[in-house]
């Protein structure tokens, strides 16, 4: 209404009033806002699930030899809640990429609601069912099951801090840049700290450093390198 007024009376001259409405060119809180409620609601349901999830969650971040035995007690793969997190996390983070594209390139990019639902699932992918399909290819299912479940952890608690993030964000738009700052932090730490704590979980099993930096090379820091230029291009 503020706005309104002072499009009208601005400046003490009477504007002229628009002979009809426009649409707004970009909507983007009628997409990001019930994106975030939903959000919201599936983090309820998993707290209702699980009282005590996230304190799960956290334990598990600073938990070194015992890490599978107190995933396998406290929180559990499959459980309801978990897979609530999970599915948070696809969620959020692809709220987070689309506001992300908005705030760097605005309407420059084509379909940016379907590349914030691809990267997120392309990163899963890169993530988890490559440690499946290395597991599977060299009979070694046992030493992945670790750098999976650490992966798993990581993705609830980013997904969780991100619900926060797009929050803000969306109730703060004119600190977009600040905020695109914050979230690319958050995955920088959340990759950093699933590195190195899925290194020493497959250090101690055995496993070569040969064979790390290989699979590190190859399946993280490739793709991410790849996808990192291809944007540059399409979107400059």
Not at 29 to 34: N, R, S
Not at 86 to 109: A, D, H, R
Request: net charge positive; aromatic share 16%.
């Amino acid at each position: 209404m503020i706005f309104f007024i002072q499009q009208i009376f601005g400046n003490g001259v009477i504007s002229e009033i628009p002979g009809m409405l426009h649409l707004r060119q970009n909507n983007l809180t009628h997409i990001v806002i019930p994106l975030v409620v939903i959000s919201f609601i599936i983090i309820t349901f998993a707290k209702f699930q699980n009282h005590s999830i996230f304190y799960s969650l956290f334990k598990l971040v600073f938990a070194n030899k015992n890490f599978e035995q107190i995933f396998k007690e406290d929180l559990k793969i499959l459980s309801s809640s978990s897979i609530a997190l999970i599915i948070n996390y696809f969620l959020i983070i692809s709220t987070c990429v689309y506001l992300s594209l908005q705030t760097k390139f605005g309407n420059k990019v084509e379909n940016p609601l379907l590349i914030s639902l691809a990267i997120p699932f392309c990163i899963f992918i890169l993530q988890i069912v490559s440690l499946w399909v290395i597991g599977l290819v060299t009979k070694e299912i046992k030493v992945v099951i670790a750098p999976v479940l650490q992966t798993t952890v990581i993705i609830e608690i980013i997904g969780f801090l991100l619900f926060f993030l797009a929050l803000i964000w969306v109730l703060n738009p004119q600190h977009s840049e600040y905020f695109l700052l914050t979230f690319v932090i958050l995955l920088i730490i959340g990759f950093v700290v699933r590195f190195i704590k899925s290194l020493f979980a497959v250090l101690r099993k055995g496993v070569s450093w040969y064979y790390i930096i290989l699979y590190f090379c190859t399946l993280e820091i490739l793709p991410l390198y790849v996808a990192y230029y291809y944007g540059i291009e399409k979107f400059q």
